[in-house]
């Protein structure tokens, strides 16, 4: 059974910064292509980043600048870095993962359970 579990959110003032972790823990092959969602209170899900196994990384419009996603392979663990955090940062922030879970099968898309990042004073 594949699990991501993310870390790292918490309560932090306007203008601090957090690091946001999720690992993948379980029986698979290779976790490939991993992202970071956000969803705010009444708003929908946003895509924040992505992140190829090979270390690319793309930002969604919205999210260049402050945000920083990077992977630790060895560890199966994306983190995502964020800098001068806003109260409008105050969302749930999501992980998923392309999972194979042995060579050759197809890749199936995982999500964690989210972690809470609150920005205020």
């Known amino acids: 059974q594949v699990q991501l579990v993310e870390s790292g959110g918490g309560l932090v003032q306007p203008g601090g910064s957090l690091r946001l972790s999720c690992a993948a823990s379980g029986n698979f092959f290779s976790v490939n292509d991993m992202r970071w969602y956000r969803q705010a209170p009444g708003q929908l899900h946003e895509e924040v980043a992505t992140i190829s196994r090979g270390g690319s990384a793309r930002y969604a419009a919205s999210f260049q600048g402050r945000f920083t996603i990077s992977r630790d392979n060895a560890k199966n663990t994306v983190y995502l870095q964020i800098d001068s955090l806003k109260p409008e940062d105050t969302a749930t922030y999501y992980c998923?993962?392309?999972?194979?879970?042995?060579?050759?099968?197809?890749?199936?898309?995982?999500w964690g359970q989210g972690t809470q990042v609150t920005v205020s004073s």
């Open positions: 998923n993962a392309d999972i194979q879970s042995e060579k050759g099968a197809y890749e199936y898309l995982h």
